[in-house]
């Protein structure tokens, strides 16, 4: 089950899950050490009940919205009520433990950012931020009480001759601890699992970006970017390009259906990709027409494994229920540049296009390379027209 594709209520479940073990924890750490008594000296037996009480409240208020979260549908007007009673829920209790164990302590401070980044996560922004801004000028108009003199500061801790002694300070500081860890723990986890979505959704995005949906061979759009850098590239000596276009294709799809020429597509990239080095790269380049570009390789070579793959075309079958067996052959245009060079990507690929338009004419099936010295002067004083 993915995070972001949770409906708002599982998210709203899940953010009250976690508060209300927090909470829980919480209620244990003050019947705890209030049953210790060598912690009775330590805290105020009345603030701990008050917040008891709270916190009792907070335990059931989270189990219900955990319940109501899991039960409703998808209703957007439901959806926003829950989420923005959540959010209001959330601050006000949280203000309230804050104002208990001290505005400035650890704790607070850590449950601050998480809290912010991982409601933003799970919950509408908006919301989010509404009870941020909101929290932070309560956090000022508290601080400032306190600093008069009309609050106490974390009255849940007793008076400040006990706050010197080094067992109080070891006393406060795991209860802060206590306090931030399962906050803390909860907090890491969700952005853990957001950021590790987000990612993938990037890849995913990123990689439908390039590939061509029907054959999952490279598409033409990263063709042309990757053709665009090798011919910039210090380290590349030559680049080939081999233009490919499937022999009679319109009579494929007239005679056995379009379906039977989706798969002869598909069936070609295939073949192509298994013909090639894993650094070559293969793309449909437009409807029955590939593109497959190689680097460092010379033209006897770029040669060699243009009539490979065409050979490995002409040796397909696809074996349709309704029409038997089926294959089809392909013509190629080759072109193959030493680099560095004057000449633009789009060149390079006219010349092998050239090259095809030949193998076409000379009856098909067959491999033709590109004459790139007598195209290249052509096209060069075509450019600089
Ligand atoms: N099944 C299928 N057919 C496609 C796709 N894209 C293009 N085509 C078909 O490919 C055929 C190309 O036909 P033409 O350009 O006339 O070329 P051809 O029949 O292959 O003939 P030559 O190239 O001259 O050998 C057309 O019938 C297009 O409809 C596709 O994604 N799937």
Redesign the pocket.
């Known amino acids: 089950m993915r995070l972001m594709e949770l409906r708002a209520g599982q998210r709203v479940a899940i953010l009250m899950i976690a508060f209300a073990i927090q909470l829980f924890s919480h209620i244990l750490w003050g019947n705890y050490v209030l049953r210790h008594p060598m912690y009775q000296h330590f805290i105020s037996k009345d603030w701990i009940e008050w917040i008891g009480i709270v916190y009792y409240s907070g335990l059931f208020g989270a189990i219900g919205l955990v319940l109501i979260g899991l039960k409703i549908s998808t209703n957007a007007r439901l959806e926003w009520w829950l989420s923005f009673t959540t959010v209001w829920f959330f601050t006000i209790i949280l203000m309230m433990g804050a104002y208990v164990s001290g505005l400035l302590s650890i704790s607070t401070g850590a449950v601050m950012v998480g809290a912010v980044v991982t409601g933003m996560m799970l919950l509408p922004v908006p919301m989010v931020l509404s009870a941020v801004f909101t929290t932070i000028i309560a956090m000022l108009v508290l601080n400032d009480l306190t600093i008069a003199g009309a609050l106490d500061y974390a009255p849940l801790f007793l008076d400040i001759s006990v706050r010197e002694s080094v067992e109080f300070g070891r006393f406060y500081y795991f209860s802060q601890f206590f306090f931030a860890t399962p906050f803390l723990m909860f907090f890491i986890g969700i952005a853990y699992l957001f950021l590790k979505e987000t990612n993938s959704y990037i890849q995913r995005i990123q990689l439908l970006n390039k590939t061509d949906s029907?054959t999952g061979v490279m598409n033409r759009r990263y063709a042309n970017d990757y053709l665009h850098m090798l011919l910039e590239a210090a380290d590349v000596k030559s680049v080939a390009i081999f233009m490919i276009?499937?022999?009679?294709?319109?009579?494929?799809?007239?005679s056995f259906g379009?379906?039977?020429?989706?798969q002869?597509?598909k069936m070609t990239a295939q073949i192509l990709k298994k013909n090639l080095r894993d650094g070559d790269v293969v793309a449909r380049f437009?409807?029955?027409e590939f593109i497959v570009i190689l680097k460092n390789i010379d033209t006897t070579y770029s040669m060699v494994v243009a009539e490979r793959c065409r050979e490995a075309v002409s040796q397909l079958v696809y074996h349709s229920t309704s029409h038997g067996a089926i294959s089809w052959t392909c013509?190629i245009g080759v072109s193959v540049l030493a680099l560095p060079t004057e000449m633009s990507d789009q060149s390079l690929i006219r010349i092998a296009d050239t090259a095809l338009y030949q193998a076409?004419a000379q009856g098909?099936n067959c491999v033709v390379l590109g004459d790139s010295i007598e195209t290249d002067m052509e096209l060069m004083s075509h450019e600089h027209r």
């Open positions: 029907l276009d499937l022999d009679f294709f319109k009579r494929i799809n007239d379009h379906l039977t020429g989706d002869a597509l437009g409807g029955e013509s076409k098909r």
